[in-house]
């Protein structure tokens, strides 16, 4: 008998997710590290999950997750893909490049149709390079650094958002438009960081007002600023500083230019620095932040139609690039769907004629509409998936050809709690 009125796939994703809460903990790590065991049911279409489930950002990585559970329910609830149910196999990438090679190399040996979800293309690139791309495997990121555009990958790295070259000259932009002049860049020293950055720097320099500074700090440092801080100043206290990292460094670095500069403070604005996490370890540091993320307002109705669900089913707000995992799976599935096989080359084949509108009447499909794409498919109809957090049409490369972002300040409500509200939605070009 179910309990609570929940159908046998809703008590399975509670159950995953109430367990990945449990290894979560407090605030944005876990010191759980372990990947887990390969335990499949019989029958089932195997997709790999590659994330970050340990670690500075295994918040980010479980948030990917619970989203990736979610468009899984939805599918099998519709009757699966080409009559099997979809099932998550999981491998943790621990934001680190060679145990994200490992863990990718154990999942191409399950012979799986697609692998997807890495968040940072600090993990992205090197999977793709040393993995992916010669098993001819179908690879979904959301990693936004540019080098992911000009990898020579046979047309087997797709991603769910935009390059940083539109986010770097969008955030750019928005801090000019704020009226800041003396704008300075930290950030961390990976491929996203360093693709960040360098857009954010260019476009600042071609509208003639290179930055102050720009700092970088290893990879995998969360604390210990005080050098790349006084780096960061050399020349001036600037009145806004850019920073491209995660959480936990994010909310170190808010801390540290606090007590340096007191009354000082520059307004932060940062890509990667959202979320609990940063709200639990930057404390009154963190108050102001404007952090750029890359997906739609939560009234614009695919965003609205996706959180009702995520919330329903989690019990929680969906954080960030979550809906990056959400995304990927019912690309995957609709191009098997397209192409009437589960196969790796039935991904590859269709993932981008169900991601735009190849035809004059292609049926758009909107988070939640799995069971009416599988009708308009059966009707020989050209699908376009939309995607939650903006449409996204791939172009030859395997990117978006657009960028919707959402600017989120921190802020400090009359009860004490601090939140991110959204502040600005930028479409870029």
Known sequence: MEKCGKTP???????????????????????????????????????????????????????????ARLAVQEINAAGGVNGQPLELVLRDDKLDADTGVQSARE??????P????????RVAIPVAQQATIAAGMPFIVSGSSPQITTLADNGTVWRTVASDVLQGAAVADHMLAQGHSRIAILHVDDVFGQGASEAVRARLAARGL?????VQYPANKTVGFDAELTALLANGVPDAVFIAGFALDGASIARGLKERLGAQMPRLYGAGNFGVAFLNNAGEAGIGMQAVSPTAPRDSPDYAAYRSAFVKAVGLEPEGTSFTGYDAVYLIALAMAQGGAN??????????SVSRADGAAALQVH?????????????????????VGSVIDFDASGDPTAGTYLILEAVKAADGSVSFVERKVISFP
């Open 9 to 67: 796939a809703a008590a399975t994703l509670a159950l995953a997710m109430a367990l990945a809460l449990m290894l979560a903990g407090c605030g944005g790590g876990t010191s759980v590290d372990a990947n887990p065991a390969a335990v499949t049911t019989p029958g089932t279409v195997k997709l790999g999950l590659l994330t970050t489930r340990t670690g500075s950002a295994a918040n980010q990585g479980q948030f990917v997750e619970y989203a």
């Open 210 to 214: 290179p930055p102050l500074a720009k």
């Open 367 to 387: 988070p939640g509409q799995y069971a009416q794409a599988l009708a308009a498919i059966k009707a020989g109809r050209d699908i376009d998936y939309q995607g």
């Open 107 to 112: 999942l191409l040996a399950m012979d799986l």
């Open 343 to 352: 196969t790796r080359s039935a991904v590859l084949a269709n993932l981008a």
């Open 114 to 121: 697609a692998i997807f979800g890495p968040f940072s293309s």
